[in-house]
């Protein structure tokens, strides 16, 4: 007999920490993902389907940015208020994770929606015997986030790898935790994993700290090398720093689209040609392989490895598409120019013999292959 999933539902599942979250969970075979849209909210009967179809509920959605601070207060209280409600109408008591920010001890509107948010699901919690964890959340860095928006790491990744210039208005230092690291707190959260202060006999509060810490003009001055030696000359900085990877593995994300393919410097002399493949101020493999005339390879995304395509022999077709999402980013190479494409995480990638001869492809990855590593996920680039 098969063992009951866990069902979860993630309030903001399209936003930045509930893109990653969800992501990270459907790997889960443990877990089942309830679908959440942000109608919901303006729809009583689809809340309330949703809040009785979950064990487990992540409420991540909220607003913390508006011209008037009211409206922000208003909103989030408003979505609290009303994810309380339709778990009373339908006589549920799923667990509540709510996603809190540091800001809660700061005099504004937005931390304090996010303090009486916390408390009213305490109350709630009390009164129907639910369990209820809050996790105070700092400055959140990682893929995908939106310029200007989610983090001034986000912003000034965006801006250099479009060749702008962030302005530093305050060179203070940051304490930041990236994605991959949080999520891991939300999970232990969900699996009961994780100690807090008691708010009450049901409910507790987890303060998570920033495990990063950087100054601003530090954290550009690392991203002005990752343009200078990455983008601009092909190296592979060194990943052995795990604050350092995340960071590139971010920047990489930002990177535009139509950078690719990048054609190798050919030497070439009577005795023929000469070209570098990679330059790395890190350790990896190398490897290569031959394909034949319409076989594909691949299909499958790395959540933190950093991976590299050249095509030395024959025509390719390399995809892309990230996860989540239906746009597939499509490059042609051809090994008369030989070029290569690299992998971001979280892209499920593959590559095609388009060609009527054998494909040569050589490859390089940051970490050697490990049959035991839970890193690459398959999944086909043409289907979700």
């Not at 139509?258 to 990896?284: L, N």
């Not at 001869?357 to 086909?380: G, H, S």
Request: hydrophobic share 35%; net charge negative; with cysteine.
């Amino acid at each position: 007999m098969k063992a009951q999933k866990h069902k979860i539902g993630i309030t903001g599942q399209a936003g930045f920490v509930g893109y990653h979250l969800y992501t990270t969970l459907m790997l889960n075979e443990e877990v089942e993902l309830i679908n959440f849209e942000r109608s919901f909210f303006e729809k009583p009967d689809e809340l309330q389907a949703f809040v009785s179809s979950c064990d487990t509920i992540v409420h991540l959605a909220a607003m913390n940015r508006h011209e008037d601070p009211n409206v922000i207060y208003e909103t989030n209280i408003g979505l609290v208020d009303k994810l309380i409600m339709a778990c009373e109408s339908k006589q549920v008591a799923p667990h509540i994770i709510f996603s809190s920010s540091s800001q809660e001890i700061r005099d504004n509107l937005y931390g304090k929606s996010k303090k009486e948010g916390k408390l009213k699901f305490a109350a709630w919690s009390k009164n129907s015997g639910a369990k209820f964890t809050s996790l105070t959340i700092p400055n959140v860095f990682g893929p995908f986030g939106r310029p200007n928006y989610n983090s001034v790491v986000a912003t000034f990744c965006h801006k250099v790898a479009h060749n702008e210039e962030p302005t530093i208005l305050n060179d203070g230092e940051v304490g930041l935790i990236y994605i991959n690291e949080l999520v891991a707190h939300f999970i232990d959260a969900i699996f009961g994993n994780i100690k807090g202060d008691h708010l009450n006999a049901n409910s507790i509060e987890v303060d998570i700290a920033p495990n990063h810490h950087i100054k601003v003009s530090a954290l550009l001055s690392l991203l002005n090398k990752f343009r200078s030696d990455y983008l601009e000359n092909g190296i592979f900085p060194n990943l052995d720093d795990d604050f350092e990877k995340a960071l590139f593995n971010t920047f990489r994300c930002y990177v535009p689209v139509e950078h690719y393919p990048v054609k190798f410097t050919q030497h070439t002399d009577p005795r023929g040609s000469f070209v570098e493949i990679a330059r790395t101020q890190t350790s990896g493999q190398f490897s290569f392989s031959t394909t034949v005339p319409g076989i594909t390879r691949g299909n499958h995304f790395h959540t933190r490895k950093a991976e590299r395509f050249a095509v030395i022999k024959g025509k390719a077709r390399i995809q892309l598409r990230r996860i989540g999402t239906d746009d597939i980013i499509n490059y042609e190479l051809n090994g008369d120019e030989p070029a290569y494409v690299d992998m971001p995480i979280w892209y499920t990638h593959n590559i095609t013999n388009i060609g009527e001869d054998e494909l040569i492809t050589l490859f390089w990855i940051n970490e050697p292959y490990n049959p035991d590593d839970a890193d690459t996920y398959f999944v086909n680039v043409e289907n979700n």
